[in-house]
T-cell receptor, first 114, second 109 residues
């Protein structure tokens, strides 16, 4: 399967700890996106990359959040000093530059902050 | 950014046609209407996209009237496996998708 993959699938952490998630996009896709989804809500956009450049960030992406895509391939999303409100599903998606809003989503990483 | 409004939930029996209508009164000239489907514990999946009139693929049809202030996603002969949340989006320009709450479709035998 050459779809978008995310690791880990589940993460339980204590408040105040740092966590890092990884996303491997579809190989030929140069755009990569991060979203957050809480129960009963649709996904909310966090940030997106075109190749290694981070081109857009949502106001939801506080200073405790940082995302990287160092070589334009996989990406990491780090949350520092986690809070209980960070508990959510973190979704990664990728797309071709030529695509008009057709994004391919991974299965997500479910974060629980205790 | 065009705001979309769609029903919170719908119920259907297996084998019926389901039509989910979405209103987007302030859609911009360049906006496309895009629909995604999401099953529990999975990421959303692109279903269909259109600009005007009718678009059909192997999964669904999308009907968009001339004024483009609304659109209807049509799922023919639904099965239990079509139980999911369906999102109507009218993204503006950029690449950030705003999903809203979607329509939760429940298909029963």
């Amino acid at each position: 399967d050459t779809g978008v993959s995310q690791n880990p699938r589940h993460k339980i952490t204590k408040r105040g700890q740092n966590v890092t998630f990884r996303c491997d996009p579809i190989s030929e896709h140069n755009r990569l996106y991060w979203y957050r989804q809480t129960l009963g809500q649709g996904p909310e956009f966090l940030t997106y990359f075109q190749n290694e450049a981070q081109l857009e960030k949502s106001r939801l992406l506080s200073d405790r959040f940082s995302a990287e895509r160092p070589k334009g391939s996989f990406s990491t999303l780090e949350i520092q000093r986690t809070e209980q409100g960070d508990s959510a599903m973190y979704l990664c998606a990728s797309s071709l530059a030529s695509s008009l809003h057709e994004q391919y989503f991974g299965p997500g990483t479910r974060l629980t902050v205790t | 950014l065009a705001k979309t409004t769609q029903p919170i939930s719908m119920d259907s029996y297996e084998g019926q046609e389901v039509n989910i209508t979405c209103s987007h009164n302030n859609i911009a000239t360049n906006d496309y209407i895009t629909w995604y489907q999401q099953f529990p514990s999975q990421g959303p999946r692109f279903i269909i996209q259109g600009y005007k009139t009718k678009v059909t693929n192997e999964v669904a049809s999308l009907f968009i009237p001339a004024d483009r202030k609304s659109s209807t996603l049509s799922l023919p002969r639904v099965s239990l496996s079509d139980t999911a949340v369906y999102y109507c989006l009218a993204p503006a320009g950029g690449y950030a998708l705003n999903f809203g709450k979607g329509t939760s479709l429940l298909v029963t035998p």
